[in-house]
């Protein structure tokens, strides 16, 4: 080989070294993790600054990734928007972790980790037992304002595989919200609305949409009340569960351990939000 042929070699080895180099540090690409083979055995973090969430290296690793997606992209796949029409089972364009906040790892809000196994359970509220199945559903057609999701379709085997994923660390003990030192007056909530919570949600409560209506992208600030918000039937609009929700994680991102409202401003913004029209529960039980 010529000397000019032994230089354009060592010319283009390099530059080949070089473009490995640099496609490895693409900014913007994370780190690799490893894979994950075994549900957690500990607290899950599926928050924005936590680890997140992997699809499992396991047997049914995509179907709990597609139950991922359907607690934390839920409008884009089940939503009234949704690309398949046969799937727009959610009456609104909500996801599950705007409530079950970062996929249902949150402990302060209202987390789904470790519940799988506490199911079948009585609910002193519909008095009967309730299978899990039974209880999706109920935040389907109340909290989603929608229809059942089908016990034998693909979204309810994989909602349940998910749930069954983070089923293993002990559950958070459910803690009501103690009572209001005065009554709860909506009066009052409407300041604490006006100065505390418009700033996101809106003066008129309605949120702020991701990209425009009819692209199934959701919310940035999802709405507390109005056409496309949860129903009169849904746990978040009883004052035990919205006080002690509210309080302990909004504004959204504050310590639980060091909230911003009184108990007292709690009460008075949801009693405010209650004075707010919402839908109808469409099949009460
Ligand atoms: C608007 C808020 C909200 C949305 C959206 C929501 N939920 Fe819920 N969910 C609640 C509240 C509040 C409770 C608990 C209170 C109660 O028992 O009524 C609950 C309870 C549950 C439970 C039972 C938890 C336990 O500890 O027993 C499961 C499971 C559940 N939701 C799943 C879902 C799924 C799946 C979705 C999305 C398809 C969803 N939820 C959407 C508010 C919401
Ligand atoms: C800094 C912005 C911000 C402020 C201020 C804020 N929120 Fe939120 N809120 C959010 C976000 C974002 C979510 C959805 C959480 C998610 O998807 O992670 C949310 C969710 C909620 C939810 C459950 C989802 C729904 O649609 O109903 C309620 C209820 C709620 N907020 C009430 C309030 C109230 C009441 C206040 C005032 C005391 C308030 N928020 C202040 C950002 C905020």
Redesign the pocket.
Known sequence: MTRNGFALLFIAGCAAIAAVALSLRQPGTAPPSPAVSAPPTSWPDYSADGPGFQTPAMADGELIAYGYKLITQTFAVIGPEAPDPSLRLAGNN??C???H??GGTNRGGLPLVGVFGTYPKYRERDRRVDSLVDRLNDCMMRSMNGQPMPEGSREMAALLAFLNFIGKPQPVAARPAPPPPQPADAARGAI??AA??A???QSDGL?VRLGSANVALG??????WGPD??NDGAG?DRFEN?VG??RH?????VDPQNPQ?SLQQAWD??AY?KTMPRPKEQRPR
Request: charged share 10%; net charge positive; proline share 8%.
């Open positions: 909500l996801s972790q705007n409530c906040l970062d604490v609305f505390v919570c700033a996101c949600h949120g919310y940035r600030f999802p709405p507390l918000s949860f978040m919205a929700f509210i994680n909004m504004p959204r991102g409202l913004v949801v939000l």
